[in-house]
């Protein structure tokens, strides 16, 4: 998944040791993602991939260095995630790597993976992701009181949301507004109109073989025969 700052890939080996040291305890990323904060390793997070437990993607600037992480897993009904992650270098906040890395997450979901919802839950005190959700088309579903601990006391959380068709309408919107944008199609509509016209020439072919064709052939046959059609008779 290709953006202007970023891409995302599946992780190799050297991004699980990333991921250990971002949100591992103290660290700032797992503050700022409000994640437990627990003492994680590389196997751990290896393991979450392998097995489901989550879908991992690195995200990686133009100088192909692994800058953050993101990840969904399914959550609720058929069609329902959570997303989480962050951008692990404080330094690196802030210059859009992280608005660009879960906008193609949430692309890849509705786009290719039918998603109908996808949610995501940020402290109250993390005022960059506060700025990023408030203007992005997202939901405010509720407010989770005293939810997170940091600094020697709780912290409220926040639950924001998006439904398939509100995402559809943004996508609508910025092809009104945006003359770049293009919707991340994996195969171009183009190419899929040449594939459906090829296939409507070789029905109206007179060499086109269908199986509506072959079953009218042998019913044709039969009548000329007088014997029983055969299933699997060829004209």
């Known amino acids: 998944m290709q953006g ?4 995302l890939e599946r992780p190799a080996d050297q991004d699980y040791e990333l991921m250990a040291q971002w949100f591992g305890p103290d660290s700032a990323a797992a503050v700022m993602a409000a994640t437990e904060g627990d003492v994680v390793t590389a196997e751990d997070f290896r393991k979450l991939d392998h097995t489901g437990g989550l879908r991992q993607f690195a995200v990686r600037d133009g100088e192909d260095r692994t800058v953050g992480a993101v990840h969904y897993k399914a959550q609720g009904p058929v069609g329902g995630y959570v997303l989480g992650g962050a951008i692990g270098d404080p330094e690196l906040w802030r210059r859009g790597f992280g608005a660009e890395a879960f906008d193609l997450l949430i692309d ?5 993976r039918n998603a109908h919802r996808v949610t995501f839950t940020t402290a109250l005190y993390n005022k960059n992701v506060m700025r990023l959700v408030t203007g992005v088309g997202f939901t405010l579903e509720g407010i989770l009181r005293e939810y997170f601990y940091l600094d020697g006391r709780h912290h409220d959380g926040a639950v924001w949301g998006l439904l398939r068709h509100e995402y559809y309408a943004a996508v609508e919107e910025l092809k009104r507004t945006d003359p770049t944008f293009v919707l991340p199609d994996t195969i171009p509509e183009a190419d899929k109109a040449e594939a459906r016209r090829l296939l409507a020439e070789y029905i109206t072919s007179p060499n086109g073989k269908t199986s509506a064709g072959l079953l009218l052939a042998s019913v044709a046959a039969a ?3 007088g014997q029983p059609a055969e299933p699997s008779a060829q004209p």
Do not use: E, P
């Open 4 to 7: 202007k700052l970023v891409r």
């Open 108 to 112: 890849h979901l509705f786009h290719a």
């Open 223 to 225: 009548d000329a025969t």
